[in-house]
């Protein structure tokens, strides 16, 4: 493809995340119509010496995706593409890269499938909640990397390559890979019989959480709570907290269970108590910017690693105010999955943009280091190549297979070629 055949002006060019915290102004922006357009443009700047990065929805707060070559942007390669519905133990959704995981509510239910679980937004991109290994809460449920069971890319040779479950030391490279084995074009995902969801929302002091942890992880197909560690650290996340309601150390507690209901009598739609498709409860809104960063312990030490960033918010750091998120995931096997081979409880905190939230990440990074956390590579961290090779079993095995398809370094940025490279 010639220059001029890429789409894109200089204002296009100029590419900022919705947390405000990374930008970018790419050489070459281009917006591929389908595949064939996607793997000129990937040669194209191969032939000119250029790293190619793609652009999901931009709901990373890492400098995942910014460039100075080319930056892609595939929302013109959206929609569900196939559905296997017929096989109870081989259900499964096929999608274009762009897709976003709300596209997929719809079409799927229609063809009696549901994702299988979902995060707190449904606006990124498949491929982009895919590269970093975005998840929803469940001690039982999958991310959506571990859900990948076939993905179609062109790779840093100018080649579609297709990887399947055939091969699974290629699969499992892929299934968390922060854009670096290639562009993503098709995932096949492994997917769930449609099913409806309750929702209860309750606000339980911390003394509480503790004293039924285990009870809550164990009887709930989905447990997850914020921690608040003052009365206004609700509005920073809109949490709906009614007026009179305590939120200083109290929790906002979400719990949803599978239920079996005729529509549309069955649907509930009452504030704090809802009962609808599984795909209309998961999805909530986040307005306002926040920076997040968000670490994965194993689950057996999930309480003692939450009370220790309780504890250090309280006693170290009483100006920071967003509240503490807590989920679990899945063990998995992606080789560079924060899950990997291990189930976890998830930690986030977030700071306020426009302020010097630093020294506090780096002191919850310092305080969970003794719980060998990993990151979510989607939110803020202070991994180092050392301390990934020490983190993750098979990250030698991930650079070799990285090294396979992309042994130029084309599919890496200034972030990513210290960690992967
Ligand atoms: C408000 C908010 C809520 C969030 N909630 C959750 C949550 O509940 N659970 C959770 O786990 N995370 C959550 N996240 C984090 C988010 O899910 C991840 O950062 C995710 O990667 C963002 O997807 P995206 O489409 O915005 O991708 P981007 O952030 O744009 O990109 C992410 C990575 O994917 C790569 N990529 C995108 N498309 C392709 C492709 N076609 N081929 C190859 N690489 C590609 C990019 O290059 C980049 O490396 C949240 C973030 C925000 C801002």
Known sequence: MSSHALPGSDTDRIWTNWGGNQTCTAAVF????????????????????????????????????????????????????????????????????????GDFGAPLWDAGLSLTNQGDIDKQVIAGAIATGTHGSGIDLPSFSAALRRVRLVDGHGEVVEIDEGDARRLHAAQVAIGSLGVMLEVELAVSPAYHLTEEISYRPWQQIV?????????????????CPADESADLYQLPAPPDQPMADHCYVKL??????????????????????????????????????????????????????????????PDQRYPIEVRWTAADEAYLSPNHRLATTVISVSGAPGTDYWPFLRAVDE?????????????????????????????DTFLDVRREFDPNGTFLNDHLRPLLG
């Open 256 to 317: 949803y269970d599978e239920a079996e209901i005729d529509e549309p009598a069955g649907i509930v739609t009452t504030e704090g108590h809802r009962v609808d498709r599984a795909y209309r409860i998961y999805p909530g809104g986040f307005d306002t910017p926040f920076h997040e960063m968000e670490y994965m312990v194993p689950a057996e030490h999930g309480l003692e690693a939450v009370s220790a960033i309780r504890e250090l918010m309280r006693t170290g750091h």
């Open 211 to 227: 004293e039924s942890w285990d009870e809550l992880i164990a009887g709930h197909r989905h447990f997850s709570f914020f921690w």
């Open 367 to 395: 305080r969970l280091r003794e719980f060998r956390a990993r990151p979510h590579w989607g939110k803020l961290h202070f991994m180092t190549r050392d301390r990934m090779a020490e983190l993750f079993d098979e990250f």
């Open 30 to 101: 281009a917006r591929p119509r389908d595949e064939t357009e996607v793997l000129a443009a990937v040669r194209h700047a191969i032939d000119r010496g250029l790293n190619v990065r793609v652009a999901g929805s931009g709901h990373s707060f890492t400098p995942v995706v910014p460039t100075g070559g080319m930056l892609l942007d595939l929302t013109r390669l959206t929609g569900v593409t196939g559905v296997t519905a017929t096989d109870p133990q081989r259900l499964r959704a096929t999608a274009l890269a762009g897709t976003t995981v």
